[in-house]
């Protein structure tokens, strides 16, 4: 039972960036997938979530309308696209996932923003 992120990326500001987390070893769509990140020196971020089964979305009011939760069922793969990237949003991005009894993360995604 796993989810594995993509690697890191490197942004200039003004640009976005696309993260994904691919699920094994459970029912991918039984269970929502949150995304959280950690900036340097700051404690976890809860950025929003995403229903797998049917896309539903539940984003952060400080991300609205800058990121965007995607989900593909016949690859197990969710996706976290963050746009207009600032110096600011430097951080390690993480994909979540509780199934019973569980508290799966990945092994997070840095992102780097800078000119």
């Known amino acids: 039972v796993q989810l594995v992120q993509s690697g890191a990326e490197l942004r200039n500001p003004g640009t976005s960036a696309k993260v994904s987390c691919e699920a094994s070893?459970?029912?991918?769509?039984?269970?929502?997938i949150d995304w959280v990140r950690q900036s340097p020196g700051q404690g976890l971020e809860w950025m929003g979530r995403?229903?797998?089964?049917?896309?539903?979305?539940n984003y952060a009011q400080k991300f609205r309308g800058r990121v965007t939760f995607t989900a593909d069922a016949s690859t197990n793969t969710a996706y976290l696209e963050l746009q207009s990237l600032r110096v600011e949003d430097t951080a390690v991005y993480y994909c979540n996932a509780n199934p019973p009894y569980l508290d799966i993360w990945g092994q997070g995604t840095l992102v780097t923003v800078s000119s």
């Open positions: 070893g459970y029912t991918f769509i039984n269970y929502y």
């Open positions: 995403i229903d797998p089964e049917d896309g539903n979305t």
